[in-house]
Each structure stands twice: as C-alpha cells, then as structure tokens.
C-alpha cells in the first residue's frame, strides 16, 4: 500500500478556535436558525473545554508554549484608561 502524500496547509489557512463560519454566526453576521446559533455555540464551548488538555500537552512537552498561550488568552488586550 502506498503512502499518501499530505498537502501543506498554507499558513494564512490556519485557525485558532473559530471558524470563519463561526465567527459570522456569532456575530450575527449570518442568517440562521436559533437552534442552529445555539448548537454553534455549544461547539465553541467544547472548543474552550479542550483548551485545558492542549495546554496540558504543551506545558509538558515544550519550555515556552504553555506560557505563550497563557499569555494570549489571559490578555485581555485593553489598555489601561489613565
């Protein structure tokens, strides 16, 4: 049996949580049913659950991603208002 080749995703391609798809669902960009709003967001709330496992992967297994993505998500990226 022969090897599959695997296509290189172009970077620009990659995501974070979000789907294009559901980053329009979410705010209320696209025209959909509430029921189907409500299963989006229930998907992007087992996204978040499994958030604590990939951190896990990567405290334990890199020196500075845990760290990174705690960064990112803790940030909550407002200035201070002096």
């Not at 294009?20 to 087992?46: C, F, L, P």
């Amino acid at each position: 049996m022969g090897t599959a080749e695997q296509r290189a995703m172009p970077e620009k391609d990659y995501r974070a949580i979000l789907t294009d798809r559901e980053k329009e669902i979410i705010r209320g960009e696209a025209d959909v049913s509430d029921k189907y709003y409500y299963r989006v967001i229930t998907r992007v709330r087992q996204k978040i659950e499994q958030l604590e496992e990939d951190l896990q992967v990567l405290d334990d297994n890199h020196d500075s991603l845990g760290d990174e993505m705690r960064e990112v998500v803790c940030d909550d990226g407002q200035e201070s208002e002096d």
